[in-house]
């Protein structure tokens, strides 16, 4: 009994280690983003997502096609650093879907002297060329 319990917990163990390695690029891809924008850095908070007509962005105001139009969104809605305030993730759950999809939902929190404000995203998020970025981003 005590080896089968053991087997088990080595088991464990390795899957657990398994999938928080898988996770890694993508929490540090989220953290790239919190980095950027704290910086008051939209171009750079831009560089996490698919650079395509296909970029598929849901907020309040219903779908953004694009990155360009992404970006124009962003800096339109966040003229400045202060209006920018300062960025945190709360993730919630990291799912791998393939060996190229990963799906993120989370809580945003924004602090600004304007008033904070928050919301829930999920993200699609696929290995591009080697690297990782968010192609659907659904936030409200």
Known sequence: MRKTLLVLAVIWTSISHAQKTEESPIR??????????????????????????????????????????????????????????RLSFEIVQIKKLSKEYFFVVGKWMLKRNAGDLSGHYNLLIKRINGEWKIITDHSS
């Open 28 to 85: 540090n891809l989220l953290s790239r983003q919190t980095e950027a924008w704290n910086r008051g850095d939209i171009d750079g908070f831009m560089q996490t997502y698919w650079q395509s007509d296909s970029l598929m962005f849901v907020g309040k105001e219903g779908i953004t096609w694009g990155w360009q139009n992404t970006l124009e969104r962003y800096k339109k809605s966040y003229p400045g650093k202060e209006a920018m305030g």
